[in-house]
């Protein structure tokens, strides 16, 4: 009878115990170093133009075992754009583009993180540029976790389209093709996050 009930205990001790770390919240932080924000333009409809954003951070909050509804947080310094091109990245920070000396971050806040299938995740989030915020729904892989010990490790890879016009970045120089710069907007990020301990 004893052991009976011992044995009960162990086993509600155990579920609890197993209920506890299921919705255990834990926090990421974005790698700068081993992470990458960029994005593609198209140029007087012939080619593309490649930039990205040096300067940026980053949180993700995942409760549980799964990155299933991860919330996610990212500021981007503006003015860190970088095109390969000073006279190029000095027009892009004014005011005919980002503006950034009125705004100089972009953010982006989820609203929801899905597993669609396998390693293929949906994020929906809100976009702030230009103090304009706009709801943008991205494809993201998951690309694997490693155990550091008292650490983890997690990659991602974030692509999308933006319509920049959405945000009032609205230059526009036509030539006989249309756009000097094309309105579509191509977006990148390699993501590394790494867990607090």
């Known amino acids: 009878m004893l052991k009976n009930k011992i044995f009960q205990i162990s086993v509600l001790v155990s579920f609890l115990t197993g209920m506890q770390a299921v919705g255990q919240e834990k926090k990421w932080n974005i790698d700068p170093s081993h992470s990458g924000i960029s994005f593609t333009a198209e140029y007087m409809s012939v080619t593309d133009v490649q930039g990205k954003f040096t300067k940026f951070n980053g949180t993700a909050i995942t409760e549980g075992t799964t990155f299933n509804g991860t919330e996610v947080s990212v500021t981007i310094q503006a003015g860190s754009i970088d095109t390969d091109n000073d006279k190029r ?38 976009l702030t540029m230009r103090g304009i915020t706009k709801t943008e729904v991205f494809d993201v892989e998951y690309k694997g976790k490693v155990d550091m010990g008292q650490e983890e490790r997690a990659g991602f890879v974030l692509t999308g389209t933006i319509n920049r016009f959405d945000y009032g970045v609205d230059w526009s120089k036509n030539f006989s093709k249309g756009l000097v710069v094309g309105e579509e907007i191509k977006i990148k990020c390699d993501v590394l996050l790494v867990s607090e301990e």
């Open 89 to 126: 990245d000095g027009h892009l920070r004014s005011e005919d583009f980002l503006h950034t000396e009125k705004y100089p971050e972009i953010t982006f806040k989820s609203l929801a993180f899905s597993q669609e299938h396998g390693d293929d995740y949906q994020i929906k989030g809100e």
